[in-house]
């Protein structure tokens, strides 16, 4: 009876880990823009999700083929990304994601909070590419204010300084001690 009861446990465990790694595929995937791009499948959002202002983040892209839906791999030397920030550029070279084919990404700190572009210009195997996705809700993060994810609130700087000018006043002050210790130290070896 209880080893029955256990198998029953482990069975219904099983099942619910598999649910949870399905759903989470699916929160994962829908963070992301699904496009075809003539021959091929575009997958493009932020590595990191959700993409927080002054955060390490950068452009992840996985291509595959729309025919046998295979990774493309070998596209650093053909295919560039533009990150595009209100009137801000800047051509990025994309990097092949390590032991995940067809994956690539291109690093950079997005540093204030709104919508993103990633312009994506060159060949892949001969046909051209000048695809455009845009940060919104309907298809990959809006790069949030970093306030919004901060606990315990930020101090301001201005209570910042005021930690900042004692501590820097101290150290001047042990500074000048110090200074006056030497001098006297020679002072008295002098006249010894």
Request: hydrophobic residues 40%; aromatic residues 8%; proline residues 5%.
């Amino acid at each position: 009876m209880v080893r029955t009861l256990n198998l029953g446990v482990r069975a219904a465990l099983g099942v619910a880990l598999v649910a949870l790694a399905l759903a989470a595929t699916t929160l994962t995937a829908s963070a992301h823009e699904h496009r075809d791009v003539g021959a091929y499948s575009f997958v493009v959002g932020f590595l990191d999700e959700p993409a927080i202002q002054g955060d390490t983040n950068g452009v992840s892209l996985t291509v595959t083929s729309t025919k046998d839906q295979k990774p493309v791999e070998g596209l650093t030397d053909t295919l560039k990304v533009t990150v595009i920030f209100q009137k801000n550029q800047k051509e990025m070279t994309l990097t092949p994601v390590f032991n995940k084919p067809g994956s690539y990404e291109a690093v950079f700190i997005p540093t204030q909070p709104g919508d993103y572009t990633f312009h994506f210009t060159g060949t892949i195997d001969g046909q051209k590419v000048d695809e455009a996705f845009t940060s919104s809700p309907t298809t990959f993060d809006t790069v949030s204010p970093r306030s919004d994810y901060e606990f315990p609130a930020a101090q301001s700087s201005s209570a910042g300084s005021r930690v900042a000018m004692p501590a820097a006043a101290a150290g001047v002050m042990l500074v000048l001690i110090g200074g006056a210790f030497a001098l006297r130290k020679w002072q008295v070896g002098k006249a010894a």
